[in-house]
């Protein structure tokens, strides 16, 4: 979680999480804080070792992992742009960047706030990767939808409501970071000239929004068993090979769980063929091939019940889309 309490910056050179170790902000990071916009400083130590150097500026960005650390996770005014924590914020900014060369679109869905959707966005703008493809974004920013089965017990309608006018305050704090980076070609705008959303259940705009179109990555958030469903049946055919699939609460809530094994079972996805992978809650491990024999699936709805792998707290799943 966000500390409300400790240190708080603008900073527009790296991500910012919360751990024992703080950093020391230089006076030129202090400097930068141009935009008005309010972040949370949240360090994580073992994020630095994992994807590379403290302090680099974004006008000698080259790589891949340059932009991964220059790739905002936005607060504003306390609040977060999206609800995944940071373990899984990077995780689906690493499947874009893994599908960056498989030829398809990007689909979305659940995105809320869109801080993930926002930050997909910033870091392939950042590697000139957008290029041809378009960003499908869907959600009904009413929170979720009335359950429709005893799969989806425990969920409450209207629960993690965000605004459609919020999501596009965090997009306008994602763009005054963006267009201040000097080593980004192109502007915000024209990244976001790519993105197309759409406000309904997935079940209503899924079909006709993907009709005809072929995706690299389809992101699915949608918690409960039928709006999981919704956005497998709305999009997970339009995959080619090498795309990849991503469930955010597949080991968070047993619907969840329960709709992507229903739809493996019935589109005959093996685990040899196609295996998930889990993704754990912490940076300190990373994602696994899920194996039954040591892995718990969720056995409910409730929050704070997540699936675990001998003992590791998991949340999110993806698999690869394979030729059959």
Same mark, same amino acid.
């Given at each position: 979680?966000?500390?409300?309490?400790?240190?708080?910056?603008?900073?527009? +050179?790296?991500?910012?999480?919360? =751990?024992?170790?703080?950093?020391?902000?230089?006076?030129?990071?202090?400097?930068?804080?141009?935009?008005? /916009?309010?972040?949370?400083?949240?360090?994580?130590?073992?994020?630095?070792?994992?994807?590379? %150097?403290?302090?680099?500026?974004?006008?000698?960005?080259?790589?891949?992992?340059?932009?991964?650390?220059?790739?905002?996770? /936005?607060?504003?005014?306390?609040? $977060?742009?999206?609800?995944?924590?940071?373990?899984?914020?990077?995780?689906?900014?690493?499947?874009?960047?893994?599908?960056?060369?498989?030829?398809?679109?990007?689909?979305? !869905?659940?995105?809320?706030?869109?801080?993930?959707?926002?930050?997909?966005?910033?870091?392939? !703008?950042? $590697?000139?990767?957008?290029?041809?493809?378009?960003?499908?974004?869907?959600?009904?920013?009413?929170?979720?939808? @009335?359950?429709?089965?005893?799969?989806?017990?425990?969920?409450?309608?209207?629960?993690?409501?965000?605004?459609?006018?919020?999501?596009?305050?965090?997009?306008?704090?994602?763009?005054?970071?963006?267009? =201040?980076?000097?080593?980004?070609?192109? *502007?915000?705008?024209?990244?976001?000239?790519?993105?197309?959303?759409?406000?309904?259940?997935?079940?209503?705009?899924?079909?006709?929004?993907? =009709?005809? *179109? %072929?995706?690299?990555?389809? *992101?699915?958030?949608?918690?409960?068993?039928? =709006?999981?469903?919704?956005?497998?049946?709305? @999009?997970?055919?339009?995959? +080619? #090979?090498?795309?990849?699939?991503?469930?955010?609460?597949?080991?968070?809530?047993?619907?969840?769980?329960?709709?992507?094994?229903?739809?493996?079972?019935?589109?005959?996805?093996?685990?040899?063929?196609?295996?998930?992978? +889990?993704?754990?809650?912490?940076?300190?491990?990373? #994602?696994?091939?899920?194996?039954?024999?040591?892995? /718990?699936?969720?056995?409910?709805?409730?929050?704070?019940?997540?699936?675990?792998?001998?003992?590791?707290?998991?949340? !999110?799943?993806?698999?690869?889309?394979?030729?059959?």
């Amino acid at each position: 979680m966000f500390s409300t309490t400790g240190l708080r910056c603008a900073l527009l +050179v790296f991500i910012c999480f919360q =751990s024992r170790d703080a950093l020391r902000l230089t006076p030129e990071q202090k400097d930068l804080n141009q935009n008005g /916009v309010d972040i949370d400083l949240m360090t994580v130590s073992e994020y630095w070792n994992k994807f590379g %150097k403290q302090n680099m500026l974004l006008s000698k960005v080259k790589t891949w992992d340059e932009c991964l650390m220059n790739t905002p996770l /936005v607060v504003v005014d306390g609040e $977060r742009s999206t609800m995944k924590q940071q373990n899984k914020f990077i995780e689906i900014l690493k499947l874009a960047r893994d599908t960056s060369e498989v030829h398809g679109d990007i689909a979305m !869905a659940g995105i809320a706030g869109g801080g993930d959707a926002y930050g997909v966005i910033f870091y392939l !703008a950042c $590697r000139e990767k957008l290029g041809g493809r378009k960003v499908h974004l869907f959600d009904t920013w009413e929170g979720l939808p @009335g359950a429709q089965g005893k799969e989806d017990d425990g969920f409450k309608q209207g629960a993690y409501h965000i605004t459609y006018e919020r999501f596009l305050n965090f997009g306008e704090a994602y763009g005054n970071k963006y267009d =201040s980076y000097t080593g980004i070609k192109g *502007s915000w705008i024209k990244a976001m000239a790519h993105a197309v959303t759409y406000k309904g259940l997935f079940a209503d705009t899924m079909p006709d929004a993907l =009709s005809g *179109s %072929k995706l690299a990555l389809l *992101s699915c958030d949608g918690d409960m068993y039928g =709006s999981t469903m919704d956005c497998l049946n709305g @999009g997970a055919s339009h995959l +080619v #090979p090498g795309a990849v699939v991503y469930q955010d609460d597949y080991y968070s809530f047993i619907g969840n769980y329960m709709a992507v094994q229903r739809y493996r079972e019935e589109k005959n996805i093996s685990d040899g063929i196609s295996p998930i992978f +889990v993704v754990p809650f912490t940076a300190e491990v990373e #994602p696994i091939k899920e194996d039954r024999t040591m892995c /718990v699936p969720p056995k409910t709805n409730e929050g704070g019940k997540q699936g675990n792998c001998q003992g590791i707290r998991y949340e !999110a799943g993806y698999w690869f889309q394979r030729e059959t």
